[in-house]
């Protein structure tokens, strides 16, 4: 069987395999401890437990790069707006009162998967 279990496509964490006991018999998953994910094998036993580390870890490896704009504006506050090159989904972080104290620089880098599409955020 293979062991490695890769992080997850959606957030990044990690993830194990197991068997969940039902009155019609195991069934072999493989579930994200922080999110939840799951993907679920087919077989019983080993066999399932195989097919699905198999399928977790065969979706394909994604990448995006954040475009990063911002805009200001006196009633809204800082706008900075993230936009994943893969999926085109916008992520947008307010700052409060245009106050530089309280606006957080490096969101872009603690961006590590993209929310909708789950690619990886790489640096442009």
């Given at each position: 069987?293979?062991?490695?279990?890769?992080?997850?496509?959606?957030?990044?964490?990690?993830?194990?395999?197991?068997?969940?006991?039902?009155?019609?018999?195991?069934?072999?998953?493989?579930?994200?401890?922080?999110?939840?994910?799951?993907?679920?094998?087919?077989?019983?036993?080993?066999?399932?437990?195989?097919?699905?580390?198999?399928?977790?870890?065969?979706?394909?490896?994604?990448?995006?790069?954040?475009?990063?704009?911002?805009?200001?504006?006196?009633?809204?506050?800082?706008?900075?707006?993230?936009?994943?090159?893969?999926c085109g989904a916008?992520?947008?972080?307010?700052?409060?009162?245009?106050?530089?104290?309280?606006?957080?620089?490096?969101?872009?880098?603690?961006?590590?998967?993209?929310?909708?599409?789950?690619?990886?955020?790489?640096?442009?």
């Amino acid at each position: 069987m293979e062991t490695e279990i890769r992080a997850c496509p959606f957030c990044g964490g990690e993830a194990h395999a197991a068997l969940a006991a039902y009155a019609s018999g195991a069934t072999a998953h493989v579930v994200c401890d922080a999110c939840g994910a799951k993907v679920y094998g087919y077989g019983r036993g080993e066999r399932g437990l195989r097919d699905a580390v198999e399928r977790w870890n065969r979706r394909a490896e994604r990448t995006c790069e954040q475009r990063r704009t911002r805009r200001t504006c006196r009633d809204v506050g800082g706008l900075d707006k993230f936009v994943c090159s893969e999926c085109g989904a916008s992520l947008y972080m307010l700052g409060m009162y245009d106050d530089p104290t309280y606006w957080v620089d490096d969101v872009a880098a603690a961006l590590e998967y993209c929310p909708n599409c789950g690619a990886k955020v790489v640096d442009e």
